[in-house]
């Protein structure tokens, strides 16, 4: 490893006038700096860059072994039912192959018993951290299943479902009624319907998305339609030359669009490309098919598509506001507060298993999987904040202050998912190291940290003011604290050569970009909700 030998005596010779001949830390009465930041940040950077080695080299041992193991061509499918069960109930089962051994299986990284153990027992001590319900929560088995039921109907995909059946049945009566079924069919009245249904969306903010994207795509894809049938066709019944020429070039752009627009803009091209097929299709069938209910050719099938799918988006925008227009922004505000809850829980379990690192094998199996799947419901929250714009609201949160809400939870998130893998694996002097340091076992942070993320997911959750008088900065009181205690920088350029050093300097700016990033949002919630139970002196009033 001569990379970490020249790294690290590359650090030293830069801080060389911080060390007297011994290697011990000279101490200075002038400075104010008691964690020496650009040792640490050299420290953080050269694990950084270890740890992506590391695991490059790992991926490509693995690839390696891959290679070597299997070198035949086969369809991957379980060749007996029993087989095929086990594998979609566990994903980790070692199917028997012919020609193979289990102790060369790739996929069998470790053993399964073994890792469900270790998991089963994480997923124990995380249902411990998240704590019990007292007795006025203890409801009977008719209780619960009553409040679960109207749970089922009222909350959000309920009431998709509801205005699902409602906007169907709606627009499919006169279909079901003798004098108006010939109406419906003639004015292609199931253009209505499936338009609704496919306009009908979750919450208020996507729906008007939707809604302007559609009508737009609608719109355009007719005009195009109507254009290339009189480009092609003028007056007549149809040139089939003249129609496979502008039919080609008009395919083009409708094809670019569905390719390399964003995502977002599929349904809305979608609609541009099958406005475009059908005004051409009818236009053509109208001189070449006999057949009952043909809505015409050129302008006349352009504006009775436009006016069916228009009918048909005022029913889903009239269904979508009852009984209450669904807000995103309210989804996203319950998500975040959700998140921070969960993130609540993660540290009690951090502050559990800090400083036993020889008893953290079951915390080990599960810290990535745990802050992966709060990193994954922060990274969903992007689509419906990039469409808060399109939202109507009166609460006080707006695209900004969710968008700077999610960024903090996301560093929240991987300072503690990280701090969780390095409670199973830092020596544990160096988690006693950081224990005297930070303070991280320390009663009164933790119930500082603990008391500002109960503020923080109530205010999330009812948009109410934040107390002017907090436990925070909580950067300022870690430090504060520090010094209180009298600590001394106990630092020699052995120690800087130590792995575990290292590490333990991530361990101690992920531990601070935490706190920081708990203080960044305060301000955050501040800045948008205001302050109350403001504190001033009689004179100053």
């Known amino acids: 490893m001569a ?44 694990e950084r860059i270890l ?20 070198k035949t061509h086969r369809i991957w ?21 012919s020609g193979t051994s289990t102790e060369e299986d790739p996929d069998l990284t470790m053993d399964p018993a073994a890792f469900d153990e270790q998991t089963r027992e994480a997923r124990r001590r995380l249902e411990v951290s998240r704590g019990y319900q007292g007795s006025s929560a203890r409801k009977s088995g008719l209780s619960r299943a009553i409040i679960a039921t109207c749970n089922w109907f009222t909350n959000p995909a309920g009431m998709y479902a509801f205005r699902m059946v409602v906007v169907t049945i709606a627009t499919s009566i006169p279909a079901a009624v003798p004098h108006s079924a010939g109406f419906f069919y003639r004015e292609k009245g199931i253009w209505a319907v ?29 005009v195009m339609g ?26 083009v752009p409708l094809l670019w669009w569905r390719i390399f627009l964003p995502p977002a803009y599929a349904q809305a091209t979608i609609m541009a490309g099958a406005t ?28 009775k598509r436009v006016v069916t799918v228009l009918l048909g988006f005022v029913a889903a925008f009239l269904v979508q506001l009852y ?43 599960v810290a990535g999987q745990i802050s992966i799947e709060v990193g994954e419901i922060l990274v969903s929250l992007n689509p419906s904040i990039a469409l808060l714009k399109g939202e109507l609201t009166f609460g006080p949160f707006d695209q900004k202050v969710l968008g700077q809400t999610q960024e903090q939870c996301q560093y929240m998130n991987q300072a503690l998912g990280g701090l969780l893998t390095l409670a199973a694996s830092l020596p544990k002097e160096f988690q006693e190291r950081l224990v005297n340091t930070v303070g991280i076992l320390n009663d009164r942070a933790i119930g500082d940290i603990m008391a500002v993320l109960a503020i923080i997911e109530q205010a999330l959750r009812t948009g109410s003011p934040l107390p002017e008088r907090l436990p925070a900065p909580l950067v300022r009181r870690a ?63």
């Open 194 to 222: 499936i338009s609704a249904q496919t306009c009908l969306i979750l919450y208020m903010a996507d729906f008007t998305f939707a809604l302007v994207s559609r009508t737009l795509g609608t719109i355009i894809g007719g």
């Open 226 to 251: 109507m254009v290339a049938w009189y480009i092609g066709s003028g007056n007549g019944p149809g040139n089939p030359y003249g129609m496979g020429a502008i039919t080609a070039v008009m395919i």
């Open 323 to 365: 009984p209450h227009p669904p807000s995103a922004t309210k989804h996203v505000c319950k998500t975040l507060a959700n998140s921070v809850r969960t993130m609540s829980d993660h540290y009690a379990l951090l502050v559990s298993h800090w400083g036993r690192a020889d008893k953290n094998s079951a915390l080990a199996a």
């Open 51 to 70: 740890g992506m080695t590391v695991a490059t080299e790992k991926l490509l041992e693995y690839i390696l072994q891959l290679s070597q193991t299997r």
């Open 276 to 303: 475009f097929a059908l005004v051409v299709g009818f236009s053509w069938d109208e001189n070449h098919i006999v057949q009952y209910g043909l809505p015409g050719k050129g302008y006349v099938a352009f504006w």
């Open 77 to 97: 499918v379980p060749s007996r039912l029993q087989y095929a069960l086990a594998w979609l109930f566990n994903g980790r089962l070692t199917i028997p192959v």
């Open 3 to 46: 990379c970490v030998a020249n790294t690290t005596r590359g650090v030293l010779e830069s801080h060389a006038e911080l060390f007297d001949e011994n290697g011990q830390l000279k101490v200075d009465e002038k400075t104010d700096r008691p964690i020496l930041p650009s040792i640490v940040i050299s420290m953080v950077i050269e």
């Open 479 to 541: 430090v504060e604290s520090y010094l209180e205690q009298g600590g001394s920088n106990v630092l020699t350029t052995t120690l800087v050569k130590d792995e575990g050093h290292r590490r333990y300097c991530v361990a101690l700016t992920l531990y601070l970009k935490f706190l920081t990033s708990i203080d960044d949002l305060l301000l955050v919630l501040k800045s948008a909700l205001g302050e109350r139970h403001i504190i001033y002196q009689w004179e100053d009033a």
